[in-house]
């Protein structure tokens, strides 16, 4: 038997711990959708069309979600934000260096070992799957 | 030292330099920006936001679509 709340809070605190319960469940359910997607997308070839569509989709919706984007304003600090654009531009430039040398198999760029990964479907799976990952990441703020 | 081994390690050093970054802004947080502070404040900028996007879609492009080493 429950009784009355004695303050307006208790039913807040109440309805806050299901909302959280339901939006818990959907992201899972989200999660499950988008493993599953990544499974069936990873499983097409590349070159064909169900593929294009398969990564286009993603796109697409990456490019709605930067258009609705609206980034939080909050003053974070700036301090080693230099590190990460040194570590940026030091993996374009070994990329970069690699790619513009020959032969491939002595100069690895980051396409030919993601395609030695993606030599099978469970490879080819992880990789898809962190790429929408990596989407939502940049995408959801 | 062969010239593919080297390659590698560049790869991996970058990749552990940036892991040990990671963990470090993580947990000295909120006095060094951890990458999802710079990212934020990356997109931030209008021309920046879509320029993320661009990359991000041709990784995804040239990598599933354009392949050229998948299930040969």
């Keep these: 038997m429950f009784r009355t709340p004695v303050c307006d809070c208790e039913t807040v605190a109440v309805d806050t711990t299901r909302r959280r319960g339901r939006a818990t469940w959907g992201v899972a359910a989200v999660v499950a959708a988008a493993l599953v997607y990544a499974w069936i997308a990873s499983g097409w070839r590349p070159f064909t069309h169900p593929e294009a569509i398969a990564v286009a989709v993603p796109i697409v919706l990456g490019g709605i979600a930067m258009l609705r984007a609206r980034p939080d304003a909050t003053d974070t600090t700036r301090r080693g934000t230099w590190v990460w654009a ?3 531009a030091a993996l374009l430039t070994w990329e970069l260096v690699s790619y513009r040398l020959s032969p491939r198999v002595d100069h690895p760029t980051l396409s030919s070992i993601a395609d030695w990964a993606m030599s099978t479907h469970p490879g080819r799976f992880a990789m898809f799957a962190a790429w929408i990952g990596i989407g939502y990441w940049l995408f959801r703020r | 030292m062969s010239s593919s081994t080297a390659g590698y390690a560049v ?18 947080r909120p006095r ?16 920046a936001r879509w320029i993320v996007w661009a990359l991000w879609a041709f990784v995804g492009w040239h990598l599933f679509v354009r392949g050229s080493g998948a299930f040969k």
């Design chain 2, 11 to 28: 790869y991996a050093l970058i990749a552990a330099v940036a892991i040990v970054w990671a963990a470090i802004t993580y947990l000295l």
């Design chain 1, 86 to 88: 040194a570590l940026f």
């Design chain 2, 32 to 47: 060094f920006a951890t990458v999802d502070d710079a990212v934020t404040r990356l997109v931030r900028h209008r021309v």
